[in-house]
Nanobody, 115 residues
Framework: QVQLVESGGGLVQAGGSLRLSCAAS????????MGWYRQAPGKQRELVAL???????NYADSVKGRFTISRDNAKTTLWLQMNSLKPEDTAVYYC?????????WGKGTLVTVSS
């Protein structure tokens, strides 16, 4: 089993920055895939940024050049640096992880970007 706990969300003005963290515990050695997803009100959950099990990094087109995903070598912490935030980035951000796909989810952290 794996537990994921997100932190770092909050209220920020457009153009500002936030850094989200996800603390992973339990069987972290199995976590080959780790990433960030978000869900805005009335919308489906969507991929933001992802470390794939194959070793590549994927970003949603809407965040390329603004957001950066990173993690520690022990796979215990995942970060999302978010710069140049826009009101459309407002959402609950979720950390997800798993062996080949996403098997585990955190409870999410709310990011609100004011215009």
């Amino acid at each position: 089993q794996v537990q994921l706990v997100e932190s770092g969300g909050g209220l920020v003005q457009a153009g500002g920055s936030l850094r989200l963290s996800c603390a992973a515990s339990g069987s972290v050695f199995s976590l080959n895939t780790m990433g960030w997803y978000r869900q805005a009100p009335g919308k489906q959950r969507e991929l933001v940024a992802l470390f794939t099990s194959g070793g590549s990094t994927n970003y949603a087109d809407s965040v390329k050049g603004r957001f950066t995903i990173s993690r520690d070598n022990a796979k215990t912490t995942l970060w999302l640096q978010m710069n140049s935030l826009k009101p459309e980035d407002t959402a609950v951000y979720y950390c997800g992880a798993g062996r080949y796909g996403i098997d585990y989810w955190g409870k999410g952290t709310l990011v609100t970007v004011s215009s």
